[in-house]
């Protein structure tokens, strides 16, 4: 039986009981609107330049560095600088979570519950290609999803997996700096947002979830070095699922502590009120709630475990794997094939010596792609991966192209070869349709607003479009 505002009866119940005097204001925020957030792409520019670009309304997002609201009537994700990646869609009270994991240029970073990849994404950001992350989802076709909006915000230090969590912690022992574990939950932050949140909601579903959360966490602590910071989140207000996720966790190991988080006066304190047996320093743990700041709410915990890091290279975590075997269908990487690519690139599509020292990895191939995969990488063999870094080319026998996640990672001047489009023809060009040009000749980066759209190539006075197939709009 539904609830108030249709909110299932036992969540108002429960909500009622904890919250007390707060519980009408809260109750109240599900007659009202939600609110619409997107996040600027740092890897592509400024926060001046990119507020002066964007043709929406937008207003700052307090505790979310990258963040600003948006009016839902303007749709900016029909709009061409979408495609382009120049900002990403995101619940406002979910950038929390990244500006608390705190990434840095440099560091290992796993999101081991990344899709759809709002958070990694933002990770990446800040990261400025620099360092490696990983970005892990169990659900293949959810994987799917994260690896196309890796892809789609130039990120080129970013490997996404679709691994279990035991899995990975296998292959990666005590090997990142940094973890999120934005645990899949209940989802009672998404019931303004969602419908199908209400409908699959119940208690038996609660418990379900903090089970499976404690699990996911078991396997996260083994991934991280000494040293190291971990940020735990959720969607939901279920206190089984945060203060007593949490609790039980830092329970049963000693060597992690609960990290005080410096953050937005709109935030609130964990509650250990909530729960039996809760651990020191719960109450430094975060909730967001809908009624008190503009976002559907989250609960977020930031954990340090203790003892000094221990450098591995990535071979060396990686060593007891099978050697790789060089053939078509593996991942290769020889002193020939290296040369040839950097040929291309430098030459063919005029890519600058600087933006090549500055993107450092191994050449690897699957197939007729090849990928830069980051440094810090571990052996790929074995590892269920979707993407494996950055896809720069598809080794056609006798000739290269370039990939369309290159262009996607370049920036306007990190290539001579450019050319700027008007807004008609930017769509025109995301539509799938060629654009008429002059004397050029050859692969040409395309950009609007000084964002990369992709490649075409320039031929007998018209730029032939190279816009992947799968992702061109239709004309309404």
Excluded at 220 to 240: D, I, Q
Excluded at 313 to 319: D, F, N, R, S, T
């Amino acid at each position: 039986m539904d609830g108030l505002n249709g909110l299932p009866q036992a969540f108002c119940e429960r909500m009622k009981k904890f919250m007390g005097d707060d519980y009408k204001a809260f109750l109240s925020c599900y007659d009202k609107e939600r609110h619409y957030g997107l996040r600027y792409n740092p890897l592509k520019d400024s926060a001046e330049t990119f507020v002066e670009k964007m043709p929406f309304d937008l207003e700052k997002i307090s505790w979310a560095e990258e963040g600003y609201y948006y009016q839902a009537v303007q749709q900016p994700g029909r709009h061409v600088l979408h495609e382009a990646g120049a900002y990403y869609i995101q619940e406002p009270s979910a950038m929390a979570v990244a500006e608390i994991l705190d990434p840095q240029p440099g560091e290992r970073i796993l999101d081991l519950c990344a899709a759809p990849g709002g958070k990694s994404t933002q990770i990446a950001g800040r990261m400025r290609a620099s360092g490696l992350l990983v970005s892990n989802e169990i659900m293949p076709e959810r994987a799917k999803i994260l690896s196309q909006n890796v892809e789609r915000m130039g990120i080129s230090n970013c490997v996404v997996c679709s691994e279990r969590p035991e899995r990975m912690a296998a292959l990666f022992p005590a090997f990142f700096d940094r973890i999120l574990v934005d645990a899949p939950c209940s989802g009672e932050g998404m019931f303004r947002k969602e419908e199908a949140a209400r409908q699959e909601w119940s208690p038996s579903q609660v418990q379900m979830c903090a089970a499976r959360q404690q699990g996911i966490l078991e396997e996260a602590a083994k991934m991280l070095k000494p040293g190291g910071v971990l940020v735990y989140s959720t969607c939901t207000f279920a206190p089984e699922e945060n203060e007593g996720t949490v609790s039980v966790f830092v329970h049963a190991h000693d060597d992690f502590t609960i990290e005080e988080i410096l953050c937005d006066s709109a935030f609130l304190c964990g509650q250990p009120e909530w729960i039996t047996d809760p651990a020191a320093g719960i109450r430094y743990t975060m909730r967001l709630w809908p009624h008190r700041l503009k976002g559907e709410g989250h609960y977020i915990a930031r954990l340090r475990r203790k003892g000094e890091p221990v450098e591995l290279a990535g071979q060396e975590v990686g060593k007891k794997q099978a050697k790789e075997k060089k053939n078509g269908k593996e991942w290769t990487d020889d002193r020939k094939r290296r040369e040839a690519v950097e040929e291309f690139l430098t030459g063919e599509l005029g890519i600058t010596a600087a933006w090549t020292a500055s993107h450092r990895g191994t050449i690897q191939s699957f197939g007729e792609q090849l990928y830069l995969v980051p440094e810090e990488m571990i052996p790929l063999k074995g590892v269920k991966i979707l993407r494996p870094g950055l896809c720069l080319l598809a080794d056609k026998k006798n000739r290269f192209e370039p990939a369309h996640a290159l262009a996607l990672c370049l920036n306007r001047k990190d290539t001579e070869r450019v050319r700027k489009l008007t807004k008609e023809e930017a769509e025109r060009y995301v539509h799938g349709e060629s654009i008429p040009c002059g004397e050029e000749k050859g692969w040409t980066l395309l950009t609007y607003e000084g964002y990369s759209l992709g490649f075409g190539k320039a031929s007998g006075g018209q730029m032939k479009n190279h816009y992947p197939k799968g992702l061109r709009i239709n004309r309404q």
